[in-house]
Nanobody, 121 residues
Framework: QVQLVESGGGLVQPGGSLRLSCAAS????????MGWYRQAPGKQRELVAH???????NYADSVKGRFTISRDNAKDTVDLQMNSLKPEDTAVYYC???????????????WGRGSQVTVSS
């Protein structure tokens, strides 16, 4: 019913930048929060940043000042601009959305398939 498709991952040198994008599609009535999580090998998935429908944002301490999350409510997209990347930012990054489906009063959480980000020289 709903798909979240990420794009923009890849390999970058330390200090470099990448931009991740995620587009939601399907039988969506309303999206509440959209966000980015990441999971490094051997570690649990962790929140990177999320943004509400009115634009309020929240960031993990480890990325504050370096990453910026933004969204386009009209297009149901969310982006993550990542600057000053460090090797410890290496992980699979997952897009997330909490939303209402058309004709259904329940809130659902959807995930993208993930996009690999590797920071290495």
């Amino acid at each position: 019913q709903v798909q979240l498709v990420e794009s923009g991952g890849g390999l970058v040198q330390p200090g470099g930048s990448l931009r991740l994008s995620c587009a939601a599609s399907g039988s969506i009535f309303k999206i509440y929060t959209m966000g980015w999580y990441r999971q490094a090998p051997g570690k649990q998935r962790e929140l990177v940043a999320h943004i509400t429908s009115d634009g309020s944002t929240n960031y993990a301490d480890s990325v504050k000042g370096r990453f910026t999350i933004s969204r386009d409510n009209a297009k149901d997209t969310v982006d993550l601009q990542m600057n000053s990347l460090k090797p410890e930012d290496t992980a699979v990054y997952y897009c997330n959305a909490n939303l209402l489906l058309r004709g259904d009063p329940r809130t659902y959480k959807y995930w993208g398939r993930g996009s690999q980000v590797t920071v290495s020289s």
